[in-house]
């Protein structure tokens, strides 16, 4: 029977790793997030639209950073938005938002996100921070920009809110209806 040599030592030569990025004023990402379930958030291939004034981002792929940092999938310059403030993700069949902040910011029909997430479900509101902006969720990924500040501020008065109540209302009498200007018989 011969007998073999073991091989020799594999010599491993020492490589820099890159230098980490400055922390900005957002929670520090990490390389393997978890999900609810116990795993890492996993790329997936699924729809996520976010229609924010104007603006509509389609994406294919989730997750999905939105914050003020350029580095963002969706930058919203908002002023009550962190670097990075919120993420967007799927996981056991349904859609999720997480809180990157830290601070527990991001709400779910007014329930902390934190920083494990909370599922969305049709018509739940998602409030990113207290200022806004908001969205509401309206199913198969698609998130629809909500005024906040009309749901908060209280409508302004008018002179007719100072009439008693059973009091009759009447037109005025120097109006002319533009339907019957134009559509006499």
């Known amino acids: 029977m011969v007998s073999q040599a073991p091989p020799p030592p594999i010599m491993e030569t020492p490589t820099e790793t890159p230098a980490e990025p400055p922390p900005s ?4 990402v990490k390389k ?3 999900r609810p379930s116990g795993g890492a958030i996993e790329k997936k291939e699924v729809p996520l ?3 924010y004034g ?5 994406f294919k792929m989730v997750p999905v950073v939105i914050g003020r940092n350029p580095s963002c999938d969706v930058v919203l310059d908002h002023a009550s938005l962190l670097d990075r403030h919120a993420e967007f993700f799927f996981s ?3 859609y999720w938002v997480r809180d990157l902040t830290g601070a527990g910011t991001v709400q779910i029909n007014r329930r902390p996100a934190g920083p494990s997430g909370l599922p969305v479900s049709m018509n739940d509101e998602l409030l990113l921070a207290p200022g806004g902006p908001a969205f509401r969720f309206l199913g198969q990924g698609r998130f629809v ?4 500040q009309a749901e908060q501020e209280p409508p302004e008065k008018t002179e007719d809110d100072d009439r008693q109540t059973g009091d009759e209302v009447t037109p005025p009498r120097d109006r002319k209806s533009l339907f019957k200007k134009y559509f006499r018989h």
């Open 54 to 58: 104007p603006t509509l981002r389609s």
């Open 25 to 28: 004023k957002s929670t520090p």
């Open 32 to 34: 393997e997030e978890v």
């Open 92 to 94: 056991d069949e349904q």
């Open 49 to 51: 639209v976010i229609q």
């Open 145 to 148: 920009e909500l005024d906040v």
